[in-house]
């Protein structure tokens, strides 16, 4: 964070403000100790002393956040992939003790500092193209040292690198090993064991669960949601990604602060968490490498008003995907959102869906989290997509080199 009184001059400002882009025309932003203190019209803007940093008639956005990454793992998946291209199905792969089962496995075996490692670079690429905030969820360690050693390596690299890392333990993403055909005994370790040591530990921003039938079921996420909500602890659910288990309503009565994936949601789903303010995290990398033709119920998401955030899923199963400017094309091109729709979801609606009221907006006592991008038009982001384009990025108000 640093002191000095700082300006951005000479931008047009998507301040995520209001409907759309809430844009600003010949605008300035003033931020100082890390908070944003001005932003509007350069005509009305308080006289200023300290550096001002010309944006060269660039835009100017909040700083990206990607609200849902599995982006701690280690290994690779690119034989399975191969694999399949090859005529292996799925179930050939599991079977074989491939999957999520191989993720698990090269995970649990490597070092914290292996895995810090690993899951740099990947943190690099998503920083190179404006993220200031990312969600980080385990699920590949299983056990409650290796989810530790997860959710650790997390917070370490959100201490060596310029960006804000929220933390969810995502310990109900599949069965390890020692619970084979004991999906209720794992649970009941989760809830009695994982859950309480690690939010004791302070590792633990939100809880995750994959509701799904080759995943959890709604009455062992109910379970878990229970013992986190007893803890105080936000929820968010992997939901109606390959079926529909209702998972999106249980979220909706526990408060979830977010449903992820969603492709085969229905309309009660939707009514359920538009009452509870649920946002709908949509996540097209994975629906486009699973090569899933269900689209998202969208018309009713937009009908009933809830907030609709978009995401990398970054994970080397189902989205081996490391851009989010990526995400808002594939947005439009795959899902159908409007450009503005696109940049909400990565800003405005992915704050919310990690609960963070302070950012994802550019206005007055927002953090001073900033993209400064080299094109004026805020279609360009959902248009095109590369790490060129980024011109400037401040995170809690220092400029990142
Ligand atoms: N849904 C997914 O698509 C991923 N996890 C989840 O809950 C799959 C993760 C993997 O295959 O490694
Ligand atoms: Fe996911």
Redesign the pocket.
Known sequence: MSNQPQRISNVSIATMTGDGYGLVPDGVVDFADGTITYVGSRVAAPKHHGAVFDGAGGLLTPGLIDCHT?LVWAGS?ADEFSQRLHGASYADIAAAGG??AA?VRATRAATLAELIAVTEPRLQALMAEGVTTIEIKS??GLSLSDERKQLSAARALAERAAVSVQTTLLAA?ALPPEFKQRPDDYIDHIVQVILPTLVAEGLVDAVDA?CESI?FSIAQTEQLFAAAKALDIPLKL?AE?LSNQQGSALAARYQALSCD?LEYLDEAGVRAMAASGTVAVLLPG?FYFLRETQLPPLALLREYGVPIALAT?A?????PLLSLQLMLNMGATLFHLTPEECLRGVTVNAAKALGLSDRGQLKVGQRADICCWKFSDAAELTYSFSSQRLAACWHHGVLRQ
Request: proline content about 5%; hydrophobic content about 15%; overall charge neutral.
């Open positions: 599995h998946r999957g999520i993720t699920g590949y993403h994959f995943g992997h990604q994936h994975a899923d994970n080397p199963g189902t989205s």
